[in-house]
């Protein structure tokens, strides 16, 4: 059992930064991918990028050039680094990790809010 722990969440006025931090009890090497997830108020868990274990990535569109995926195997930590803050990423934000076996690992999330 892995236990994932998100940080680095908080208030950040739009056009700022901010990153993410998502520390696993265990090791992440293995994980087949990682990805970030966020959820707002009355909208359905989205999907914002992915790194598999090879290390390629994937975002959705509307956080190209923005966002970016990182992993550190030897820290067991990925990392959301995010630029260029909209209001519209305001959004809880989940740490997932796929093991090798199938089997899913969430993190209990970190609020994100872009405001002015």
């Known amino acids: 059992q892995v236990q994932l722990v998100e940080s680095g969440g908080g208030l950040v006025q739009p056009g700022g930064s901010l990153r ?18 966020r959820q ?14 090879g290390g390629d990535t994937n975002y959705i ?9 990182s992993r550190d195997n ?3 930590t990925l990392y959301l680094q995010m630029n260029g803050l909209k209001p519209e990423d305001t959004a ?6 796929r093991g ?7 993190g209990q999330g970190t609020q994100v809010t872009v405001s002015s």
């Open 40 to 53: 707002s108020p009355g909208k359905q868990r989205e999907l914002v990028a992915t790194i598999i274990r």
């Open 74 to 76: 030897a820290k067991n």
């Open 100 to 106: 090798a076996t199938g089997i899913g690992y969430w």
């Open 20 to 37: 993410l931090s998502c520390v696993a009890s265990g090791s992440i090497s293995n994980m087949a991918y990682m990805r970030w997830y």
């Open 61 to 69: 569109t509307s956080v190209k050039g923005r966002f970016t995926i």
């Open 92 to 97: 809880v934000y989940y740490c997932h990790g």
